[in-house]
């Protein structure tokens, strides 16, 4: 499986951004999809996740009520609607998706997303 972001880019806070993830190779076998980020000199912590069917959605508590994940299986692509940024969002951004039969995850290159103050 091979994940690319698009979407990253500078905005000023209370702006907004849409990530995608465009999902190619053994798509069938992909399961649950989400977003991680990483800020300069922190971990890579989980944004959003959704599971195969988009039917369940979670939300890290920093972006809850800012933050859409969404996916459309039919395209292959997994999208993050950021509504209202804060400088406090920026980061690289990864998306990443968990595999069935093997269990396995992958990685996206990441996207990077400056908000400004």
């Known amino acids: 499986v091979q994940l690319v972001e698009s979407g990253g880019g500078l905005v000023q806070a209370g702006g907004s951004l849409r990530l995608s993830c465009a999902a190619s190779g053994i798509t069938f076998k992909i399961n649950a999809m989400g977003w991680y980020r990483q800020a300069p000199g922190k971990q890579r912590d989980l944004v959003a996740r959704?599971?195969?069917?988009?039917?369940?959605?979670n939300y890290a508590d920093s972006v809850k009520g800012r933050f859409t994940i969404s996916r459309d299986n039919a395209k292959n692509t997994m999208y993050l609607q950021m509504n209202n940024l804060k400088p406090e969002d920026t980061a690289v951004y990864y998306c990443y998706a968990i595999t069935i039969a093997p269990v396995r995850n992958y990685w996206g290159q990441g996207t990077q997303v400056t908000v400004s103050s």
């Open positions: 959704i599971t195969s069917s988009g039917g369940s959605t």
